[in-house]
Nanobody
């Protein structure tokens, strides 16, 4: 699985951004796609994930993402999105998308990150 994240940029606090993760290389039916971020000096954090092959109700969110971030998928474009609202300076980080087989815990496939900078 090849992944490519895009959509990062500079935004003012309170603003919104939508990140995109384009997937290719194989059928994604049994994969979970996740969005992570890593801020300077901090550990990488899983924000949200979605099971590609199922219907609604298969999204999961970290506490830090609940209420402000929404993960969604568009099968026709093989793309997963992360809509981020009410952004805060502490959301500044490098954002990554990753994929794993649905029955494992290891995220084996990673794309290059996209930088999100939130100014105060």
């Amino acid at each position: 699985v090849q992944l490519q994240a895009s959509g990062g940029g500079l935004v003012q606090a309170g603003g919104s951004l939508t990140l995109s993760c384009a997937a290719s290389g194989r059928a994604l039916s049994n994969y979970v796609i996740g969005w992570f971020r890593q801020a300077p000096g901090k550990e990488r954090e899983l924000l949200a994930s979605v099971y590609w092959g199922a219907g609604a109700g298969t999204e999961h969110y970290a506490d830090s993402a609940k209420g402000r971030f929404t993960i969604s998928r568009q099968r026709a474009k093989n793309t997963v999105y992360l809509q981020m609202n009410s952004l805060k300076p502490e959301d500044t980080a490098l954002y990554y998308c990753a994929a794993k087989w649905c029955t494992t815990s290891n995220w084996n496939y990673w794309g290059p990150g996209t930088l999100v900078t939130v100014s105060s």
